[in-house]
């Protein structure tokens, strides 16, 4: 019964842990055909996403790469060249005007003060983690928003002048509006300025300055959320499970899951033990039998048969000792 009991919690530990990059592999919104302003289905530009195509999981991620990074590519190594050139220009002595100018216009441009914000705002992160979250935000290609409006990052849109689609739920009684992107490489830079403009994610500019490794820079994102550390898990196994971290140049290999987030694990394995708990009084209550293993045949002891016959009249009733049949 024991061993049954921690096998059950064993179980349920590893499946909570390290199934969650199946979150992942399908959406609510996978089968959802998009649909044009006048109601009828309307036509992608790129035929590989055609809405009536049923994919496996392995061939819908393996598509959704094949799209996504080439862009990705291209708009990092865009902005790898101008943070190597702000970095070149800042250590140069006797700037010209001109290189001044570039300077004080990407201060601007990132809405930083002092070299040293510009280059932590200029400075990109790995390949692995863009896709990870580009498949996590769109259900590796499935949800509306990137079908319709190239957003692969759910990036909202707070501006009524440019162009966004509206969200199928509220907060509230209040629409929420996302960006519409023209093409993905606009969708990625405006990804990539988001992370280096927004305060929510000043620690992940710092740590990403200091390291090229995607498994350390995770717990920095958890802000990028409402789930916080649920989505830095969920993102962990996306990069682990789809080997995306092959991407990235060093390649890292990935490190456990509880040097990343150790208080969600921590508490993983609490919900787990109380799950147990909760089990072995369900047994208890319930009387669960549970077939045990198999052991040698116990011998049977031979009972006593008793005289049970009344004596006959006049006979001398012997001692009950003496009644057994040897």
Known sequence: MQKFILGVAAIALAFTLYSLYDIITSS??????????NGTEAVTANPELHPEQRLSAREKKARFIRQILP??????????AEYARAKMLINKPGRTTAEEAWLQEQMQRYNVAG?????RSMHTHPISLVIAQAALETGWGSSRFFKVANNVFGIWSYNKHEPRIAASEQRGTKTIYVKKFATLNDAIRGYFRMIAKGYAYSGFRRARYQ????????????????????YVARLYYVMKANKLYTYDTPSYAPIALVD?????????????????ASEQQMCALNEVKVEGEEKEPVPCEEEPET????????????????????
């Open 307 to 326: 005289n049970l016959t009344r004596p006959a009249p006049g006979l001398s009733t012997v001692s009950p000792a003496r009644s057994f049949r040897p």
């Open 211 to 230: 390291t090229d490794n995607p498994f350390e820079l995770l717990r920095h994102l958890r802000r990028y959320s409402e789930l916080r550390d649920e």
């Open 260 to 276: 990343i987030v150790p208080e969600y694990v921590a508490q993983k394995m609490e919900e787990a033990a109380k799950k147990k």
């Open 28 to 37: 609510p919104a996978e089968n959802e055909p998009v649909k044009a302003p």
């Open 115 to 119: 070299y040293p914000c510009l280059l």
């Open 71 to 80: 862009a990705v590519q291209a708009v990092k190594a865009e902005l790898d």
